[in-house]
Each structure stands twice: as structure tokens, then as C-alpha cells.
């Protein structure tokens, strides 16, 4: 079991920069997919971010050039870094960590952090 605690989110000017921070209980290392996803109202969730355990990173069109994910195992932390925010930007971002062990899959999710991009 792991717990993924987000932070970083606010309210901001388009233009302007966040920097997202999903902590880990315990290490990352074996995660070999951790993402970022996003919900804005009334939206399906969406994959903004990925990167895998061998730091292949992977990005929705809508952000590509703005945002950048990175990890660091060592503080078994997972970022996301966001520039020149848009007010589409807005939405609830949450931290995914995904794992197979043999044949389990494991699937964990944090509780979000909101995220508002005003105009």
C-alpha cells in the first residue's frame, strides 16, 4: 500500500507558473508508470503527464511546450511542472502510481489538489 499526497495547486494569472509535487509513503522505484491526471467540471479525467521508471516521459497534445513531469526517486516524489498556464488549465490534478508485481497490478491514486487559471 502506498499514499500519494499532492501539493502545489492555486489560483493563478494565465501567463503564470505552478509547480505540482506528488509525495510517496514509501519509494517510488518500482513504480514503472507515475502520472498526472486532471478533471475540470463536468470532463472526463484526463492523462496530462506520464513517466516511467526508466524516465520516458509522455504528454497530452494540449500541453506539450508547457508543462514537464519529473521524478525523483530519492525523495520519492513525482512533479509537474506547469508554464504559461491557460484557463483550460483549470481542473483538480491527481498523481497516479501504477505497478505489476508477476500478475497483480496495483493502481493508486492521490486525492487531488485544485489548480485555477484565471483569465
Known amino acids: 500500500q502506498v499514499q500519494l499526497v499532492e501539493s502545489g495547486g492555486g489560483l493563478v494569472q494565465a501567463g503564470g507558473s505552478l509547480r505540482l509535487s506528488c509525495a510517496a509513503s514509501?519509494?517510488?522505484?518500482?513504480?514503472?508508470?507515475m502520472g498526472w491526471y486532471r478533471q475540470a467540471p463536468g470532463k472526463q479525467r484526463e492523462l496530462v503527464a506520464s513517466?516511467?521508471?526508466?524516465?520516458?516521459?509522455n504528454y497530452a497534445d494540449s500541453v506539450k511546450g508547457r508543462f514537464t513531469i519529473s521524478r525523483d526517486n530519492a525523495k520519492n516524489t513525482v512533479y509537474l511542472q506547469m508554464n504559461s498556464l491557460k484557463p483550460e488549465d483549470t481542473a483538480v490534478y491527481y498523481c497516479?502510481?501504477?505497478?505489476?508485481?508477476?500478475?497483480?497490478?496495483?493502481?493508486?491514486w492521490g486525492l487531488g489538489t485544485q489548480v485555477i487559471v484565471s483569465s
Open positions: 514509501r519509494s517510488i522505484f518500482s513504480f514503472n508508470f
Open positions: 513517466i516511467t521508471s526508466g524516465s520516458t516521459t
Open positions: 497516479n502510481a501504477k505497478t505489476t508485481i508477476i500478475i497483480q497490478k496495483f493502481d493508486y
